[in-house]
């Protein structure tokens, strides 16, 4: 099992430039979670995915925030435009069953926006 | 919302030493997990436990559900051990994972 995987591990781009952040959750689970860590805020939940359906966006900031989970094994979160608040490290993570089960969470995305 | 708090906030150890990290919430739940984060950012999965106690290896919690609380006892503590534990709840009415502040863990050699 490769576990969650994360693409790219960092990104570094300009005030107004658009930002894609990807995530391969783990074969077979059927969940997926994106997380924002700040100094700031700690570990805040943005949106949650279950079979392929967004469950919950109400943390997503604002509407230069987009998610989408096209298939089972494969999901994309997009800044447009991106600012320097946005800095951050991105987590995804993913389960089997929801809420109810362990999350298993991918190694990060370290975004700079200068 | 459901509220969480980790203590201490920050703990340094000498190595060998042992430990225990507590987790407090304000309501019942159905889900907590333990994390820790190493130095490399890495969020590693230690324990699920709603509720009672396991161990692995050198480290074991225990959650006691009625009473809105987990601990996670580190014992022989190691320089690898550095790095910040999370504890993760989910309500029973909630969709959601809350994650309380941590607890910084600092194992001097």
């Known amino acids: 099992d490769a576990g969650v995987i994360q693409s790219p591990r960092h990104e570094v781009t300009e005030m107004g430039q658009e930002v894609t952040l990807r995530c391969k959750p783990i074969?077979?689970?059927?969940?997926l979670f994106w997380y924002r860590q700040t100094m700031m805020r700690g570990l805040e939940l943005l949106i949650y995915f279950n079979n392929n359906v967004p469950i919950d966006d109400s943390g997503m900031p604002e509407d230069r925030f987009s998610a989408k989970m096209p298939n089972a094994s494969f999901s994309t979160l997009k800044i447009q435009p991106s600012e320097p608040r946005d800095s951050a490290v991105y987590f995804c993570?993913?389960?089997?069953?929801?809420?109810?089960?362990?999350?298993?969470f991918g190694n990060g995305t370290r975004l700079t926006v200068t | 919302g459901i509220q969480v708090e980790q203590s201490p906030p920050d703990l340094i150890l000498q190595e060998g030493a042992n430990s225990t990290l507590r987790c407090n919430f304000s309501d019942s739940v159905n889900n907590l997990q333990w994390f820790h984060q190493n130095p490399w950012g890495q969020l590693i999965n230690l324990f699920y436990?709603?509720?009672g106690t396991k161990q692995n290896g050198r480290l074991s919690a225990t959650t006691v559900a009625t009473e809105r609380y987990s601990l996670l006892y580190i014992s022989s503590s190691q320089t690898t051990d550095s790095g910040v534990y999370f504890c993760a709840v989910r309500a029973y009415y909630g969709q959601n994972f809350v994650f309380g502040p941590g607890t910084r863990l600092s194992v001097l050699p």
């Open positions: 436990i709603p509720s």
């Open positions: 074969s077979g689970h059927n969940s």
């Open positions: 993570a993913s389960s089997f069953g929801g809420t109810r089960s362990p999350l298993h």
